[in-house]
Each structure stands twice: as structure tokens, then as C-alpha cells.
């Protein structure tokens, strides 16, 4: 199998070729490819030294699996380029998202859609796949109604240059502001653009994927998304409004025992979710789930994830893993 990974040298794309290693995700050839400031640079990985390809030259390579991530702008050009010669292109940017002829994939989740035809398949959003690996295993027990999600992102999903803007300030260096504000010792209630409808694009994104993901077109959800000082994980508040009145030991069992998550709530022991758990491993963690004292059919939890991990790098590799079964590379 020829495995191309687009932005190898980014944050996310540094984060998928870990993975890779650790999932022993096979090939035969590696391309690294970056933009043409990195081109003709060096990496050492697994073992071996690459040198980083622009998109031009990887186009030539007859890939037949390429992750993408890097950004939408890249992968509406080049996406569709690579399709054409047969490659199948699993994108971490919001480009192919919400395309009614893409599939929009968690693999614990709608994995099984994924057939040998596609050519363009779509990474959702880091906040959206933790929040749809819990969401899908209630949705199975008892329907839901109502989501009520606030999240707390990390300055990860920006990318480096964010990293880079906290660091100063804690350093006391002036530097370049990603952010329109300091980020360190605060909280930004924006993330991405706002929309007309008072909206950011962040919160938006969650809404409409989950509503693809779990194929609920009518699911009232609603968002806000924050941006805080973390170097890596999101955390999310969570009330979920089912149709039928609850039984909290019965959504207890299912998440204990549902893929890819780890239940971890003992308050006895002040036992709960955070960020500096979750850092490099695909666990999605849940706790601090109770009943909503102010409505018979509604639960509160708290949700934890390593957003460059199975926010991004980890569910696009996964998806690799289905398609070189179903294609038999």
C-alpha cells in the first residue's frame, strides 16, 4: 500500500504518523508531503529518513491511501486530483464535511458505511467526534431529544502558532496574537468565525456534523465553544434531554463497556475527567455523569478527549484501517 500523509509536518500530520507506528497501520511506501516551504527537507521516522515532497510530486506517486490535513483551501484543490487517479483521500479539514456525496465518519460509529467506492472520505471535527462516540451509545437505549454541549478547547486545535502565543505571554515575550486577546490565564468564547445567526463556525460545526454522524437530521442540539489555556485535550459539558424518563445505572453499563471510551467517575476518590488524562492515548472519557435535577428525562456528563489524537489523527487512521480491509492493499 503507498500512504501519502498531506501536512506530514504540521501538528496533526506529525500527530498521524505516531499513530501509524503505534497502530502498525502497514505500507509499503511512505510519502511525506508538505507545502512547498517544506519541501526537500529531511524527517526521520520509524527508523527511516524521508524527504518531504510537494503536493505536485506525491500527486505523481499513484497513492492509494492519502490523509490530508492541510487545510480546507488544500484539500478542495488537490482532494479531488488525487480521487481522480483512484487515491482515497481521508481529510481532516472541514472542506468535504457537510458535501451531501461525502461520508462524514467515526468509525465507532458509522464505520460501516464506508464502502470500496470512496474516494473522498471526511474527518469530522475534533469536538464533534468525542462528543458522537457517547451520544451514539445512549441514542441506541432510549432516544434522544436535546443536546446542550459547551466545550473547552484546547490551543492545540489552533495549531503551533497558538502554542507559540501562550508560551510568550507566560514568558512575558511579545510575539505574533493568533487570538485577538492573550490566551494564557483567560478564556476566548470564540472559536473560528462568527456566523449571522450569532453563531462561531466551531459551534456550528458541531451541530450540523453531529446531526449527519448519527444520521438525525432533526436532533435539537446547540453549542458554545471556548477556547482555554491547555496545551492538549478538549473537555466538553454535556446535558442530553432523552424521550423516555431514565435509568442512570443502565447509561452506566453501556458506556463502560463502549469502544473506545473510558469510564472514569468516582467521586469518592475525586475521580473525573481532565485534559492532562487524556494527553496522547484515543481514549474518550466520560464522567461526572448524574441525573439533571431539573428534568426527569435528562442526564449531565462531562467528556474528555485528546483533540490531535482521536479529535483528528487517530479516527483518520482508523478510517485508513477500513479502507485497506475493504480494498485489500
Not at 483567560?186 to 462561531?200: K, Q, R, S, V
Request: charged content about 25%.
Amino acid at each position: 500500500m503507498k500512504l501519502a500523509i498531506v501536512g506530514a509536518t504540521g501538528m496533526v500530520g506529525t500527530k498521524m504518523l505516531q499513530v501509524i507506528k503505534e497502530r502498525k497501520l502497514p505500507y509499503s511506501e511512505l510519502y511525506l508531503v508538505a507545502s512547498k516551504k517544506s519541501a526537500g527537507k529531511e524527517v526521520e521516522f520509524n527508523g527511516g529518513k524521508y524527504t518531504v515532497l510537494s503536493i505536485e510530486e506525491a500527486l505523481e506517486k499513484k497513492i492509494d491511501i492519502a490523509l490530508f490535513s492541510a487545510g480546507g483551501e488544500t484539500s478542495k484543490m488537490w482532494a479531488p486530483k488525487f480521487a481522480s487517479q483512484g487515491t482515497v483521500v481521508i481529510d481532516n479539514s472541514s472542506a468535504w464535511r457537510m458535501d451531501l456525496d461525502k461520508k462524514l465518519i467515526v468509525p465507532e460509529v458509522n464505520g460501516h458505511l464506508i464502502d470500496k467506492s470512496d474516494l473522498i472520505i471526511a474527518n469530522p471535527n475534533c469536538s464533534t467526534i468525542q462528543l458522537v462516540v457517547v451520544l451514539n451509545e445512549l441514542q441506541k437505549v432510549n432516544p434522544i431529544q436535546r443536546v446542550v454541549v459547551s466545550t473547552y478547547q484546547s490551543i492545540t486545535g489552533t495549531g503551533v502558532k497558538a502554542v507559540e502565543q501562550m508560551e510568550n505571554e507566560r514568558n512575558g515575550i511579545s510575539s505574533e496574537m493568533i487570538y485577538p486577546y492573550p490566551i494564557d490565564k483567560n478564556l476566548i468564547p470564540h472559536i473560528d468565525t462568527f456566523l449571522e445567526n450569532g453563531y462561531t463556525k466551531e459551534e456550528q460545526k458541531i451541530i450540523d456534523e453531529s446531526k449527519k454522524i448519527l444520521n438525525l437530521p432533526d436532533l435539537a442540539i446547540t453549542s458554545t465553544a471556548v477556547r482555554v489555556p491547555v496545551m492538549g485535550g478538549h473537555s466538553e459539558s454535556v446535558n442530553i434531554e432523552f424521550e423516555n424518563e431514565i435509568d442512570l445505572n443502565t447509561f452506566i453499563q453501556i458506556l463502560k463497556n463502549a469502544d473506545g471510551v473510558k469510564f472514569f467517575d468516582n467521586l469518592d476518590n475525586l475521580e473525573y475527567p481532565m485534559p492532562i488524562l487524556s494527553e496522547d492515548n484515543d481514549y474518550v472519557w466520560i464522567g461526572r455523569i448524574r441525573k439533571d435535577n431539573s428534568h426527569p428525562k435528562a442526564i449531565n456528563l462531562w467528556i474528555v478527549s485528546d483533540n490531535l489524537r482521536k479529535g483528528a489523527a487517530t479516527n483518520a487512521v482508523q478510517i485508513a484501517e477500513i479502507v485497506k480491509s475493504l480494498k485489500q492493499l
